[in-house]
């Protein structure tokens, strides 16, 4: 469950408890603090927070900005990348400590009056920077393509994999969030069967609207048979913005734990 767009009702120190209790075993957030480099007492409530909860942390996004005012990312703005590079650290930190397997880096905005390539360089860097400390507890970094935001670069599964090959590292993935590409009018099926190897997690919600699997008319079981067809066996975010009282109606509560949607789905 990915308790920074469920669950919004509760502090984010309730959220892990209440997606044990709704059945979930795994969780991801975005970056669960209102600065890129918090206070060490804020930090060590999360992690008491998912760690009492029994639960674990599988994804956790670098700080991005202000999103709800539309930043999209640090890493390739020349006056905010030092706060990224600063963040690393403590995202690595939370994630030794719960099992993160996966670190999201949103790209960043194109900015006026600074010329694209130098954004794109200054973002390899920052990119190569964090896959190494990911790496050194057996994670990952993920590039996502993202919907909503014009200024947002990487739109398609082919943006996102030409920044990996721009990087040249191994410790770089693809986020296959199959909600952004279907808006954004890329072919998920086609990204599936070409990418397959460079997909390091992949988020689901539904379109049009972006609510819970069954609201809108995405072949979600189909494009994750696909992915298991592939040899795809990593987690599966569940990424929606519910759209009835229940968030979780669509998937039984005994299926909710590990990488059970999948099955549940077909």
């Known amino acids: 469950m990915n308790c920074s767009i469920l669950l919004t009702d509760l502090p984010v120190p309730a959220r892990p408890q209440a ?26 409530a999360f992690v008491r927070a998912v760690g009492d909860a029994g639960v674990r942390l599988t994804g956790l996004n670098f700080p991005a900005g202000d999103m709800p005012a539309g930043d999209r990312g640090l890493l390739s703005d020349p006056s905010r990348s030092g706060q990224f590079r600063d963040a690393i650290d403590v995202a690595v930190g939370i994630g030794a ?3 993160t397997t996966g670190f999201n880096a949103l790209y960043g905005n194109r900015i006026d009056g600074v010329a694209p390539a130098d954004q794109d360089a200054l973002a390899a860097e920052n990119l190569a920077a964090a896959g190494r400390a990911a790496a050194a507890i057996g994670a990952v970094v993920l590039v996502e393509p993202v919907s909503g935001v014009d200024a947002y670069p990487l739109r398609t599964a082919a943006d996102a994999v ?39 997690h992949v988020q689901i919600a539904d379109a049009p609207g972006r609510g819970e699997p069954g609201t809108g008319d995405l072949p979600l079981a189909d494009w994750l048979d696909r992915l298991a067809a592939a040899g795809y066996t990593g987690w599966i975010g569940c990424e929606y913005k519910p759209t009835g009282p229940d968030p979780f109606a669509w998937l039984p509560a005994g299926a909710r734990a590990a990488s059970t949607v999948r099955a549940k789905l077909a």
């Open 19 to 44: 997606a044990r209790d709704a059945g979930f075993d795994a969780v991801e957030f975005w970056w669960p603090f209102a600065e890129a480099v918090p206070a060490d007492r804020d930090v060590d």
């Open 97 to 99: 400590q719960l099992g």
């Open 162 to 200: 030409a920044v990996l090959d721009r990087v040249g590292s191994p410790d770089l993935a693809l986020l296959l969030d199959v909600y952004h590409l279907a808006v954004n009018g890329d072919d998920v099926a086609a990204a599936i069967e070409r990418y397959a190897d460079r997909i390091g």
